[in-house]
């Protein structure tokens, strides 16, 4: 009597969840990154050879570009419901008279993700401005000479609203030892004598010595 063969069906993998699970997360980081924008003057940082990671948060930046000018920047700490940077603004503006809107506080506080190098005076105008080209007008460095040092108070305002702040110097490699050297003076006067120095990582080989 013969056999009766049982039909057995080959094993099927259906790719489709897994498919519509990558598209899922591609859609959520493309709706939820945010460019990283170019330094509004381009610096050419120094080499080191330093691994060590700057911080995500609690930071303030100042960049110094080829041509001298002196940027500043600071963020909202780790969570942007402290809203560090609207009321940094609004301290600058009580020591120069300067009263700032609503709108323009909240304006300064969403433009984290670049330096300004503008001074007070002009900050008004600056945050009114829509055109990139406008805005890249009136960053004529922020003002660091005796008679209206303005980077030492932001420098100080910073500290006095968020005391865990910290302090990344990027400075291009090119620029005058001097504008460094009183950039340095304006910190240490601040009281900040430790801060990061933003360099670009050096490539090192190692080789193995052989010996005979």
Do not use: C
Request: aromatic share 8%; glycine share 2%; no cysteine.
């Amino acid at each position: 009597m013969p056999k009766i063969k049982i039909h057995t069906k080959q094993p099927r993998i259906d790719m489709t969840p897994m498919v519509d699970l990558f598209a899922l997360l591609l859609t959520f980081f493309m709706l939820t990154a945010t460019w990283r924008p170019s330094d509004p003057a381009p610096v050419d940082t120094p080499f080191s050879v330093s691994e060590k990671p700057t911080p995500d948060a609690n930071i303030m930046t100042v960049l110094l570009s080829a041509d001298n000018r002196v940027f500043f920047n600071v963020d909202n700490g780790p969570d942007t419901i402290l809203k560090f940077r609207p009321k940094i603004l609004a301290e600058m503006g009580k020591r120069y008279n300067i009263e700032f809107t609503e709108d323009e506080l909240r304006t300064f506080e969403k433009l984290t993700a670049s330096s300004f190098g503008v001074s007070i005076q002009d900050m008004k105008a600056y945050l009114a401005a829509t055109d990139a080209n406008v805005r890249a007008s009136l960053e004529k460095g922020i003002p660091i000479d005796s008679t209206d040092n303005q980077l030492a108070l932001w420098v100080l305002f910073s500290r006095q609203i968020n005391p865990a702040v910290n302090t990344l110097i990027k400075g291009d490699a090119n620029a005058d030892f001097p504008i460094v050297r009183e950039v340095l003076d304006i910190l240490q006067d601040k009281n900040v004598n430790r801060f990061n120095l933003i360099t670009n990582l050096r490539v090192i080989e190692v080789t193995e010595e052989t010996t005979e």
